[in-house]
T-cell receptor, first 114, second 114 residues
Framework: QQQVKQSPQSLIVQKGGISIINCAYE??????FPWYQQFPGKGPALLIA?????SEKKEGRFTISFNKSAKQFSLHIMDSQPGDSATYFC?????????????FGKGTKLSVIP | NAGVTQTPKFQVLKTGQSMTLQCAQD?????MYWYRQDPGMGLRLIYY???????DKGEVPNGYNVSRLNKREFSLRLESAAPSQTSVYFC?????????????FGPGTRLLVL
């Protein structure tokens, strides 16, 4: 059972454009939503994370938008650059259950073309 | 600081062979994790160790065993490898698991089971 659905699977964006990746979750107990970035041959690295007490969080060119009622959150990359080409994973966890588990989406491969 | 290190980087096994994947972190983190990454499947948790001396099953534990050797080291063992265990394996650590903090990933071990 996939608890975090991520789309699209792949995305091609022109340099300078906006990249948008969406995730939807089912478990209403989730209360932490990180995004991880993975370059080929490397391990994932935390990019940005949000908790449901805010609807948006921005760090540089990267913004997470969060819609609690729709159970959706998205990553926006403004002014996309070729160096942003990577695979992006959304994830979610539930702190209330004392859970140590992050549930990951299946990933989006982003290609930014010059 | 080396962060999270994994050995070996790449391994080829024959069906039925056994092997141990090693992971070590030098960040004095309490929690450690083993994930597998398969194309189009995202990251799936195999086992985790909330703290030294404890281990728990994740989403896909069948066919694997783990040992938290000490606070720094967390190993993953395949007793009788199967082709379905062909994957990229990532180890991760977290300062205080369950607190929804950053998980730091190693570079991965690429395993091919023939």
């Amino acid at each position: 059972q996939q608890q975090v659905k991520q789309s699209p699977q792949s995305l091609i964006v022109q340099k300078g454009g906006i990249s948008i990746i969406n995730c939807a979750y089912e478990n209403t107990a989730f209360d932490y939503f990180p995004w991880y970035q993975q370059f080929p041959g490397k391990g994932p690295a935390l990019l940005i994370a949000i908790r449901p007490d805010v609807s948006e969080k921005k760090e540089g060119r990267f913004t997470i938008s969060f819609n609690k009622s729709a159970k959706q959150f998205s990553l926006h990359i403004m002014d996309s650059q070729p160096g942003d080409s990577a695979t992006y994973f959304c994830a979610a966890s539930d702190s209330g259950a004392g859970s140590y588990q992050l549930t990951f989406g299946k990933g989006t491969k982003l290609s930014v073309i010059p | 600081n080396a962060g999270v290190t994994q050995t070996p980087k790449f391994q080829v096994l024959k069906t039925g062979q056994s092997m141990t994947l090693q992971c070590a972190q030098d960040m004095n983190h309490n929690s450690m994790y083993w994930y597998r990454q398969d194309p189009g499947m995202g990251l799936r948790l195999i086992y985790y160790s909330a703290s030294e001396g404890t281990t728990d099953k994740g989403e896909v534990p069948n066919g694997y065993n783990v040992s938290r050797l000490n606070k720094r080291e967390f190993s993953l063992r395949l007793e009788s490898a199967a082709p379905s265990q062909t994957s990229v394996y990532f180890c991760a650590s977290e300062r205080a698991g369950g607190q929804q903090e950053t998980q730091y990933f190693g570079p991965g071990t690429r395993l091919l089971v023939l």
